[in-house]
C-alpha cells in the first residue's frame, strides 16, 4: 500500500465534480487500499479519491457510530440524502470541521443530522445505510468532495472570511500544494 499525498485546496480536483467509476477491478481495489493507508497515516477520519489527485467517486471512512454500521468502509459512485440542514447558527464548540485538504484549521458548520447513503463496495456489490450525528457529518463531507466542493465552501459569512484569510496566510488556494502524511507534521496535532 502506499500513501499518497494529500492536495490542498486550490488543486482543480478538489473544485470539480469526480466522475464515476467503471471498473470494478483490481487497479480500484488497489487505489482503495491506497486510501485506507493514506488516511490511517494522515489521522483521518475519512478520505475522497480527490483528496490524493483522483477525480474518481470514491471515499473511504473510519469512524465509531451508533448506527449499526461497520466503523470503517468504502463507497464508490455514491448517493446521498440528508434531513434539512438547520438554519441556526453552528456552536463553534460543537459543530468544528476540519479536513485533510485545509490541513490544521476547523472551523463550524451546520450539517444535517441525518444521512441516507447507497453505493458500491470495492467489489461492485451494493452498500446502503443510514447514519446520525457525526457519522452522518463524516459521510456529507466526504460526499461533498466528490461534487467538488470542501466544507468551507459551505461555511456561513462570518466563518467564511476567516477561512479565506487562514488560506490566504498559508499561500493555499493554488495549485500544487500538496502535504505527505507520515513525512510531513500532522497539521492537526495527532
Not at 499525498?5 to 491506497?34: C, N, Q, S, Y
Not at 440528508?82 to 476540519?98: H, L, W
Request: aromatic share 8%.
Amino acid at each position: 500500500m502506499t500513501v499518497h499525498p494529500i492536495t490542498i485546496t486550490g488543486e482543480a480536483v478538489l473544485h470539480r465534480r469526480a466522475l464515476p467509476v467503471k471498473h470494478f477491478d483490481d487497479e480500484l481495489r488497489i487505489l482503495i487500499a491506497d486510501m485506507f493507508e493514506t488516511m490511517d497515516v494522515a489521522n483521518g477520519v475519512g478520505l475522497a479519491a480527490p483528496q490524493i489527485g483522483m477525480g474518481s467517486r470514491i471515499f473511504v471512512y473510519s469512524m465509531a457510530n451508533d448506527d449499526g454500521v461497520p466503523p470503517r468502509g468504502v463507497l464508490v459512485n455514491p448517493t446521498l440524502v440528508t434531513s434539512k440542514v438547520p438554519g441556526s447558527a453552528p456552536d463553534p464548540d460543537e459543530e468544528a470541521e476540519g479536513c485533510l485538504s485545509v490541513p490544521g484549521e476547523a472551523f463550524p458548520l451546520k450539517r444535517a443530522d441525518w444521512a441516507k447513503i447507497s453505493g458500491f463496495d470495492g467489489d461492485g456489490s451494493p452498500v446502503a445505510f443510514e447514519a446520525t450525528g457525526w457519522f452522518a457529518r463524516c459521510l456529507q463531507h466526504e460526499y461533498d468532495h466528490l461534487d467538488g466542493l470542501l466544507y468551507v465552501d459551505r461555511l456561513n459569512d462570518r466563518y467564511a472570511r476567516k477561512a479565506r484569510k487562514a488560506i490566504a496566510a498559508e499561500g493555499w488556494g493554488v495549485p500544487g500544494r500538496t502535504w505527505l502524511p507520515g513525512v510531513d507534521p500532522d497539521p492537526f496535532g495527532h
